[in-house]
């Protein structure tokens, strides 16, 4: 009686379900999300016995899995800090293994109707630290500039605050939210709204362009984040502890194969290779 419970149980089970504890976890950057769905959608159309289970929560939160054993691939929009590396390296007495799997450009987005068209990063950077409140002063409308953000857990939010702030806390009129859709969706509503993410997102709203110097205004495509032209280029990581596993190293080489970095400008980022 006991194996025909256990076996109606089984049938009545979908496959996912089933093979959860097989399966392999990739989790972390809201950023990436939607690149490494799509990786693993094609990835497992070729590999059919493959399982792989795909979530975001924001780089941190993927770190902080990788650290606690709770993942096998943590997906990542910045660099791993010193301080993560040491809490790996205490627990598993590894420093993890990085691979630089896409590129990005972070994307300062504006809505439709915003007349405003570039900014410098001077610009941008006032915006952010609240030094600058009003559209005016910046060639726009006598209008306030409502800023959106995202959480501290997101890798984007460092990466900024690193790499435009200079360190610096983002004002404290940022609004902040839980993914960059979320951005993105606040920005098209607000007329006078501005936010950041990767990208791939920059879709039913304006990308501002970045002014380098007098004359000269540079979009996030392919040339300029490649050549690193444009300011705020970044690398896009999958983090392992250790050497990955085979079915890990399976997946990895895939993202980068010629296919898999395919993907990446199908969805809207840039090939590492």
């Not at 009686?1 to 504890?21: E, H, Y």
């Not at 159309?45 to 780089?59: A, C, F, I, M």
């Amino acid at each position: 009686m006991k194996k025909l419970v256990s076996l109606l149980f089984a049938v009545l089970l979908p496959t996912s379900a089933l093979a959860a504890d097989k399966a392999l976890t990739v989790k972390g950057s809201d950023t990436m999300v939607i690149l490494v769905q799509r990786w693993a959608e094609e990835y497992m159309k070729k590999n059919p016995d493959s399982r792989l289970q795909v979530t975001g929560g924001g780089t941190g939160t993927g770190l902080a899995a990788l650290i606690n054993g709770t993942t096998e691939i943590a997906a990542a929009s910045r660099p791993m800090k010193d301080a993560e590396k040491q809490k790996l390296r205490a627990r598993f007495n590894t420093l993890g293994q990085e691979f630089a799997v896409a590129k990005d450009g972070v994307t300062f987005y504006v809505n439709a109707k915003n007349p405003v068209a570039s900014l410098t990063v001077e610009q941008l950077r006032s915006i952010y630290l609240g030094d600058v409140g009003n559209w005016k002063e910046l060639g726009g409308p006598d209008q306030p500039i409502v800023l959106y953000s995202r959480e501290n857990s997101s890798g984007t939010y460092v990466f900024v605050k690193d790499e435009l702030l200079k360190g610096q806390d983002y004002a404290p009129t940022a609004q902040t939210l839980p993914g960059t859709a979320a951005v993105v969706n606040a920005v098209a509503k607000e007329l006078w709204g501005v936010g950041y993410g990767g990208a791939a997102y920059a879709a039913g709203i304006k990308p501002l362009k970045m002014k380098l110097g007098e004359g000269t205004e540079v979009s996030a495509d392919l040339e300029n984040v490649k050549s690193g032209k444009y300011p705020l280029s970044r690398n896009l990581f999958f983090y392992t502890r250790g050497r990955p596993s085979p079915e890990a190293k399976a997946f990895i080489d895939f993202c980068l194969s010629p296919e898999g970095q395919q993907v990446v400008s199908k969805v809207g980022y840039f090939p590492v290779k």
